[in-house]
């Protein structure tokens, strides 16, 4: 069986840092990325990445905060997450898939449970 697992999240001082992991097991995956869903909103983008890591992309509001990476023997993929802002509180989001990167949600085949950041003033 697929199965990601997100680690990492945690409660955080605005200007922290945190760094999210996200175990994959069963296959390797193409187009790996990370989306986020705050109380009342819908699921949306933050970050993908190849399986080269050679392209990478980001949702405005985080560029230049956060970088995503993978290790592709361990089949995980990181989100490290500076300069952290109230705003960015969430349940986040670790997705899979098999065709390249994209910011649309319908694209991933798998995703996993979730872990919470709560980033405070």
């Known amino acids: 069986q697929v199965q990601l697992v997100e680690s990492g999240g945690g409660l955080v001082q605005a200007g922290g840092s945190l760094r999210l992991s996200c175990a994959a097991s069963?296959?390797?995956?193409?187009?790996m990325g990370w989306f986020r869903q705050a109380p009342g909103n819908e699921r949306e983008f933050v970050a993908a990445?190849?399986?080269?890591?050679?392209?990478?992309y980001y949702e405005d509001s985080v560029k230049g905060r956060f970088s995503i990476s993978r290790d592709n023997a361990k089949i995980t993929l990181y989100l490290q997450m500076n300069s952290l802002k109230p705003e960015d509180t969430a349940v986040y989001y670790c997705?899979?898939?098999?065709?390249?990167?994209?910011?649309?949600?319908?694209?991933?085949?798998?995703w996993g449970q979730g872990t919470q950041v709560t980033v405070t003033s």
């Open positions: 990445i190849s399986w080269t890591a050679a392209s990478t």
């Open positions: 997705a899979a898939g098999y065709k390249f990167p994209t910011d649309r949600l319908y694209e991933y085949a798998y």
């Open positions: 069963g296959r390797t995956f193409n187009a």
